[in-house]
């Protein structure tokens, strides 16, 4: 009747709470940059020239900021292989993996950071049509991610250092990973629509 | 967990339990109850601030939000008899507050009212009272402030925190049987985050300029722009108010999902969940994944108004686009409807089939209802803008859309009747609430279709007709629900009955004054009256309906004051009302099964599930119902 699969699913989750709740965040996540980029979308396609005329000599920098996607991917990696390692319990490893992934997400808010002083040196600002509005807000919401993800990573390296995760206690490792993954993922995409739109 | 099998209905007078579950540091209590009846004792007491104020445990949380709903349903609610009074008696001082006409005319000072205002005339400071309401009457921007705040308030700040935040709170973890939600702390920042929310939003009636003017709906670029409505700080904080609202929703809903889904009792499956549960989990799906777009809508709102960009308003070159805001609202806006009418849809299945003493019918296509909805509610946003500006055939595709969602409401609708149906109903005041519920939701959901067809829709949109269309679902709907609810789930919440002579009243009253205030508007509507004036006396063709709009306001009086009925209950039933038991309406799941007042940790030992949850009037049982906890081989449930 009730079948016996069924008692089972409710006892042995399949997922603990901690990674849910972060697979649950993502969807919200996914559909406030959904709302973001529906907005760009919508002003792209409502202007013919893109830049619109008056903003036609800008240039994003598209060749430093491709470089700074394969540093940001390039994190996703060290990221789930310091996830890899923290199961095979080496321990030395992990910590120089974490390291490293943070490094590089402050390199690449870095970049970032740098570029946008750049951009509103050249006259690419807030205000300069939406062209220059969606432009920071949507590589800025991303970038608040990146910021948010890499503070949950310190607070992750510090559990790390006080020797708080193992081969079979680090969730809150995994659930970072996701979070970081995520926040990777997203910005190869980010980068083609808002750059070569 | 096989051991934990020991729940009955029958319920032995002297339970004691060994503690299996220690992993947590809910404190636990080990000693005898009878019945539940007297103050429950914890191993130590918790402090005031942890047990009332900054309290983890869900059940506290639940009721600070149902507190929470209550008293900003009063802000709510006075709002609008301040805008009824204006639309009854346009530029006619307010009574009480007022100052008497002889004054306004001639300055002649006659009652004592005459004087506070002539002294704040006199003191030239921009007084709050005196620009919103010289002389005590309403004036035109105060009154888009007035309409505009009241569906605020009530859609974000009364029906969401007490449909969602109260009932979802108190009732997912014992109804599902559980000891708690999954995350304890994020439950307790998403009610306070709620709060700072409501602060907020408060904070906006009291700066210059007023409180945000442009509509609950924030239509750019009224509310991007002040020179339309004169509204500087009020719309600023409006949208940071909601920023926040929706992260406070945003934890709650994560905590619902995974406590739903993670968290359920050893047998519970996911269709052996009372409908409420289902109801509770779909709506946190959608808060989930609706509200986000509104935080991307109101981040660029403020970008708009406080950063200098463009993005609702439209320029020469290179400008943003007004219907814009309109999308992202909406595509939130409509799944948001179906936040605030399934939990109503779930309470009300409780309160039918326990009252009906007869399983739910259709239990599986109740909830298969619920997905369709709340999935169908994703493609219909369309429908609000059909005046917008839209391709004709995009209007079509929305009117389809819109009107398939008829189909999985009327299987809701007759799934009621037929739970009804022979029934051995008890017209216990849960009951009627019940009732009312599913007949005003009848009326709220065919006035719908009316105005899903783009045809009728060209002639009735912005008239008092979605006035009442709204208000039958919303007030009709989901607030009868909730005070059904209330009243139903108040002996678990209190340990005491609410004094049903008094719940009665409240109920008829209400539920007349209710019908008297918003069924005229059906017919204002067709007449043509706009919504949202502020003066229809203005209009030569509105001069008919003075009468109309006076009985109707002379309703709403009745019906706000009505309230009070409530909520005099609720505070005097606390400390006062009649004793419950541990099981006062005979009902089968899984909340009843706990002591009354439901100790820390609620359950004193996990309650092991083998059945549905509507096992009424089971043929060849004596009793007329099986509690969900009850083992044996009984028939199988109408669930499965």
């Known amino acids: 009747m009730m079948a016996q699969t069924e008692f089972e699913m409710t006892e042995n989750r399949p997922l603990s709470n901690a990674k849910l709740a972060v697979l649950i965040l993502l969807g919200s996540e996914t559909m406030l940059f959904s709302g973001l980029i529906g907005a760009f979308l919508v002003f792209r396609m409502g202007n013919v020239t893109w830049p619109p005329l008056s903003h036609a000599d800008i240039e994003l920098p598209r060749i430093v900021t491709g470089f700074n996607t394969l540093l940001l991917i390039i994190s996703g990696f060290t990221m789930f292989h310091a996830l890899r390692s923290i199961q095979q319990n080496r321990i030395i490893l992990f910590r120089i993996l974490l390291i490293g992934t943070g490094l590089l997400g402050l390199i690449f808010l870095s970049i970032q950071g740098y570029e946008w002083s750049q951009l509103i040196k050249n006259g690419l600002t807030l205000q300069s049509s939406v062209y220059g509005a969606i432009f920071y807000v949507l590589i800025g919401c991303h970038a608040v991610h990146v910021l948010g993800a890499v503070i949950w990573l310190v607070i992750v390296i510090c559990m790390a250092f006080s020797g708080r995760f193992s081969s079979d206690r680090h969730i809150g490792v995994e659930t970072c990973t996701i979070y970081w993954i995520y926040v990777v993922a997203l910005w190869p995409i980010l980068y083609f629509l808002v750059y070569f739109a | 967990m096989q051991e934990n099998e020991n729940i009955s209905h029958e319920h032995d007078d002297d339970e004691q339990h060994e503690h299996a579950h220690d992993d947590n540091d809910t404190p636990q209590h080990t000693h005898e109850h009878d019945d539940g009846q007297h103050e429950h004792e914890h191993h130590h007491e918790e402090s005031f601030i942890r047990k009332y104020i900054f309290s983890l445990d869900h059940k506290m949380i639940g009721k600070q939000f149902l507190v929470y709903g209550l008293i900003m349903l009063f802000v709510g609610g006075g709002l609008a008899l301040l805008f009824r009074w204006q639309l009854a008696y346009p530029g006619r001082p307010l009574p009480i507050i007022g100052a008497s006409q002889q004054y306004i005319d001639e300055g002649e000072i006659v009652t004592s009212n005459d004087k506070r205002w002539d002294k704040i005339f006199e003191s030239e400071k921009e007084e709050l009272m005196e620009t919103h309401f010289p002389n005590g009457v309403i004036e035109d921007k105060t009154y888009n402030m007035l309409f505009t705040m009241h569906a605020t308030i009530m859609v974000f700040f009364v029906v969401v925190p007490i449909l969602v935040g109260a009932f979802g709170n108190f009732l997912i973890p014992l109804m599902i049987g559980t000891r708690d939600m999954a995350f304890p702390i994020l439950n307790m920042l998403s009610f306070w985050l709620a709060v700072l929310a409501a602060i907020v939003m408060a904070a906006g009636f009291f700066v210059p300029g007023g409180h945000a003017g442009a509509g609950w709906t924030g239509y750019a670029p009224l509310s991007v722009d002040p020179q339309w409505t004169d509204v500087g700080w009020g719309q600023n904080l409006w949208a940071i108010s909601l920023l926040i609202q929706g992260f406070s929703s945003l934890v709650g809903s994560i905590n619902y999902i995974t406590t739903v889904i993670n968290m359920r009792a050893p047998g519970m499956t996911f269709f052996r969940l009372p409908l409420v549960i289902w109801s509770l989990f779909i709506v946190a799906i959608l808060l989930l994944l609706a509200f986000p777009v509104l935080s991307s809508a109101l981040a660029l709102l403020i970008f708009d108004r406080l950063a200098g960009t463009t993005f609702f308003t439209t320029t020469t070159e290179g400008g943003g686009d007004p219907l814009l805001w309109q999308h992202l609202f909406w595509f939130f806006g409509h799944p948001e409807v179906y936040i605030l009418i399934l939990p109503g849809m779930g309470i009300a299945s409780e309160l039918i089939a326990v009252n009906s003493r007869k399983p739910i019918f259709g239990y599986r296509s109740m909830v298969y209802a619920m997905i369709a909805i709340a999935f169908l509610g994703w493609i219909v946003w369309g429908h609000h803008m059909f005046q917008s500006g839209m391709r004709p055939g995009m209007g079509s595709f929305f009117m389809t859309t819109t009107m398939l969602i008829a189909v999985p409401s ?23 609430h019940g009732i009312a519920f599913v007949s005003m939701f009848v009326i709220g959901g065919l006035s719908g279709i009316y105005m899903a067809n783009t045809p009728v829709d060209i002639y009735i949109h912005d008239t008092y007709y979605i006035v009442a269309h709204i208000h039958y679902v919303v007030f009709g709907g989901s607030l009868f629900a909730m005070f059904g609810g209330i009243v139903f789930w108040y002996p678990k919440m209190y340990g005491r009955y609410m004094n049903d002579t008094l719940s009665k009243i409240h109920f008829w009253i209400t539920f007349i004054a209710f019908n008297c205030t918003f069924f005229p508007m059906h017919i204002l509507g067709v007449g043509g009256h706009m919504r949202r004036i502020a003066n229809p006396q203005f209009y030569d063709f509105l001069q008919g309906f003075e009468g109309m709009n006076i009985f109707i306001t002379m309703s709403a009086f009745t019906l706000g004051f009505a309230q009070l009925i409530l909520v005099f209950n609720f505070f005097w ?19 009843w099964e706990a002591p009354t007042p439901v100790p820390h940790g609620n359950f004193a030992q996990i309650p092991t599930v083998y059945r549905g949850p509507y096992e009424y009037s089971v043929p060849g049982e004596e009793s007329d119902w099986i509690p969900q906890a009850q083992p044996e081989h009984a028939p199988a449930s109408a669930g499965d």
């Not at chain 2, 009327?410 to 009627?432: D, E, H, Y």
């Not at chain 2, 039933?573 to 909340?591: C, D, F």
């Open chain 2, 410 to 432: 009327a299987i809701k609708t007759f799934n009621w009747l037929g739970t009804m149906f022979r029934g051995s109903i008890r017209f216990t005041t849960p009951m009627l």
């Open chain 2, 573 to 591: 039933s606390m400390k006062l009302g009649k004793v419950a038991e541990k099981n006062p309406w005979n009902v089968t799941t899984l909340e």
